[in-house]
Each structure stands twice: as structure tokens, then as C-alpha cells.
């Protein structure tokens, strides 16, 4: 490529390379100039005349290839916003979902104490403990995975942002959780079938397959989990979890026969059955 490429022929090129494999061509382009560039989208806007160098240019070609062949632009990019955070991510664990952000606003909502107690189930990049961090600085939060990976990079994370009231460790579930109550247990655990057909499709194609699946039809972790959680909950304690949306009534079912109460769940921002919520009697 010529050491003339400027910004709105790189940009056209990217786009045009994208079309037939993303849902998003102009954003993805966008995303993988500004990352090549260290600028913001405001400036691919403001100097689109501007000349690129020769090496920019090949890695930004670089990067679109691998988003052709459908490497996920977090991937790419080493990042992913979650909440008001900018997280590292990788392919140790999954890439943190806007609908995910629904935990952190039940969270807040339901555990009105400034000061409490959290476990946070299957951290992976640390995203949900690293957000209830932000919001409350006064809880102590503990986040375990049972993948070191994953705990290696919620612990940069948590380093990176300088959250003292996380503390991030290995545990399978609660195999390795000190004999303590918590005021809110909190998880976003693998729930998909082995044999659901979206595991062949988009960014699921990229992510470890222990974060995503799980056995009797997507339930054996969130079985596991509900079962456990109630020698670990603090009395009028919650149980927060995300679920698939075809999975509300039999996760209530579950809660109800573990012994909680107050059992719910609620919608995501696309109206689907995302995450169910029970409390300690």
C-alpha cells in the first residue's frame, strides 16, 4: 500500500472489506483506524486528508483481515467497555455484554447498604465486581474463576484501575470460597447448551467454550450455584444471576426450591428474560 494512504481512503477501504462479514462494517472500520492511529473517532472525522505511514497502513489492513475472518473487534482492539470502564480482554474468557450490565443496576438497586459484603462467581475479565467496585467503595467484593487466565487478567483490570475493595482469587465456583456470608452472591456462569447452533456464529466462535457452556442443557452451573449459595448468604442476602432468556422459569423454579425468596426476574434492554434475582428469608 502506498506510504500516501490518507484517513478517508483507509477508512473507505475498511469498510468496503467489511461489508459482507459484519453487522457493523462502519464502526468496526472506525474502531480498528482510531486503534491503529491512537486517535478518536472525532479525529478520522476532523483530518480525513490526513497521510497515514506505510507500517500504520499495513497493520490497519492487518486488522481488518482478522475481522474478516471474524475475530471479534474486542479481540482486536485488547478492550472492551463495560459500564463506565475500559477493560482488558483476551481469549481466556468471555467478552463482557452490554445485557450484563443489568446485574450491576439490579445489584445497586437491591443491596441498598453502603457497606456489604459480595462474591462475585465466574469474574472472567473482572467486569461485574470491577463495576459494583466503581459504584461502592465501601463494599468488599471477592471475584473468583476457576480459570488462572482469567484471574491474571481481572487482576491487571483491578490493578489498572485501582480498585483496593476487589480482591480476585482461584476458585471453582465456591470450592475455594473462605466459610463466610455475603451479602449479595452475584454470577454470570456458562448457561448454553453443547449443542446450541449460536456457538458456531460471531464472536462465540472466538471465546473459551468453559465460559459458555454447560451441561443438562445450559443448567448444571446455575443448578450448581443455586444449591450452594444459600450456605454462603447472609440472612436476607441475594442471589443475582444472568440466565438465557428461555431459561427464566426453570431458574425461578430452582431458586423457589433451594429455599429463597422473593424470587424474580427481569428484562434486558432488548426485552428478553436476562437475569433472576431471590433473597435469603
Same mark, same amino acid.
Given at each position: 500500500?502506498?506510504? $500516501?494512504?490518507?484517513?478517508?481512503?483507509?477508512?473507505?477501504?475498511?469498510?468496503?472489506?467489511?461489508?459482507?462479514?459484519?453487522?457493523?462494517?462502519?464502526?468496526?472500520?472506525?474502531?480498528?483506524?482510531?486503534?491503529? @492511529?491512537?486517535?478518536?473517532?472525532?479525529?478520522?472525522?476532523?483530518?480525513? $486528508?490526513?497521510?497515514?505511514?506505510?507500517?500504520?497502513?499495513?497493520?490497519?489492513?492487518?486488522?481488518?483481515?482478522?475481522?474478516?475472518?471474524?475475530?471479534?473487534?474486542?479481540?482486536?482492539?485488547?478492550? =472492551?467497555?463495560?459500564?463506565?470502564?475500559?477493560?482488558?480482554?483476551?481469549?481466556?474468557? !468471555?467478552?463482557? =455484554?452490554?445485557?450484563?450490565?443489568?446485574?450491576?443496576?439490579?445489584?445497586?438497586? =437491591?443491596?441498598?447498604?453502603?457497606?456489604?459484603?459480595?462474591?462475585?462467581?465466574?469474574?472472567?475479565?473482572?467486569?461485574?465486581?470491577?463495576?459494583?467496585?466503581?459504584?461502592?467503595?465501601?463494599?468488599?467484593?471477592?471475584?473468583?474463576?476457576?480459570?488462572?487466565?482469567?484471574?491474571? @487478567?481481572?487482576?491487571?483490570?483491578?490493578?489498572?484501575?485501582?480498585?483496593?475493595?476487589?480482591?480476585?482469587?482461584?476458585?471453582?465456583?465456591?470450592?475455594?470460597?473462605?466459610?463466610?456470608?455475603?451479602?449479595?452472591?452475584?454470577?454470570?456462569?456458562?448457561?448454553?447448551?453443547?449443542?446450541?447452533?449460536?456457538?458456531?456464529?460471531?464472536?462465540?466462535?472466538?471465546?473459551?467454550?468453559?465460559?459458555?457452556?454447560?451441561?443438562?442443557?445450559?443448567?448444571?452451573?446455575?443448578?450448581?450455584?443455586?444449591?450452594?449459595?444459600? $450456605?454462603?448468604?447472609?440472612?436476607?442476602?441475594?442471589?443475582?444471576?444472568?440466565?438465557?432468556?428461555?431459561?427464566?422459569?426453570?431458574?425461578?423454579?430452582? @431458586?423457589?426450591?433451594?429455599?429463597?425468596?422473593?424470587?424474580?426476574?427481569?428484562?434486558?434492554?432488548?426485552? !428478553? $428474560?436476562?437475569?433472576?434475582?431471590?433473597?435469603?428469608?
Amino acid at each position: 500500500m502506498a506510504a $500516501d494512504s490518507n484517513i478517508a481512503t483507509l477508512l473507505g477501504q475498511g469498510v468496503s472489506a467489511l461489508r459482507q462479514t459484519s453487522d457493523s462494517p462502519r464502526l468496526d472500520a472506525e474502531l480498528i483506524l482510531c486503534h491503529v @492511529l491512537d486517535q478518536d473517532r472525532a479525529f478520522i472525522y476532523t483530518w480525513p $486528508d490526513r497521510s497515514v505511514a506505510t507500517a500504520q497502513t499495513g497493520q490497519f489492513h492487518g486488522l481488518i483481515a482478522q475481522r474478516k475472518r471474524g475475530v471479534p473487534i474486542a479481540h482486536i482492539l485488547g478492550y =472492551r467497555e463495560f459500564w463506565t470502564l475500559k477493560l482488558e480482554v483476551n481469549d481466556s474468557t !468471555l467478552i463482557p =455484554r452490554p445485557e450484563t450490565e443489568l446485574l450491576v443496576e439490579l445489584a445497586l438497586e =437491591r443491596v441498598e447498604a453502603s457497606v456489604a459484603s459480595v462474591l462475585d462467581l465466574g469474574t472472567g475479565t473482572g467486569a461485574i465486581a470491577l463495576a459494583l467496585a466503581s459504584e461502592r467503595p465501601d463494599w468488599q467484593i471477592l471475584a473468583v474463576d476457576m480459570v488462572p487466565e482469567a484471574v491474571a @487478567l481481572a487482576e491487571r483490570n483491578r490493578r489498572r484501575l485501582g480498585f483496593g475493595n476487589v480482591r480476585v482469587a482461584i476458585s471453582d465456583w465456591f470450592a475455594a470460597v473462605p466459610q463466610a456470608t455475603f451479602d449479595l452472591i452475584i454470577a454470570n456462569p456458562p448457561y448454553v447448551a453443547a449443542d446450541d447452533p449460536h456457538l458456531r456464529q460471531g464472536d462465540l466462535r472466538f471465546e473459551p467454550a468453559s465460559a459458555l457452556v454447560a451441561e443438562h442443557a445450559g443448567f448444571s452451573a446455575l443448578e450448581k450455584i443455586i444449591a450452594e449459595s444459600v $450456605d454462603f448468604l447472609a440472612p436476607a442476602g441475594y442471589l443475582l444471576l444472568e440466565h438465557g432468556f428461555q431459561q427464566a422459569g426453570e431458574v425461578r423454579r430452582a @431458586l423457589g426450591a433451594a429455599g429463597l425468596a422473593a424470587v424474580a426476574t427481569h428484562r434486558d434492554h432488548q426485552g !428478553l $428474560d436476562r437475569a433472576s434475582i431471590a433473597r435469603m428469608p
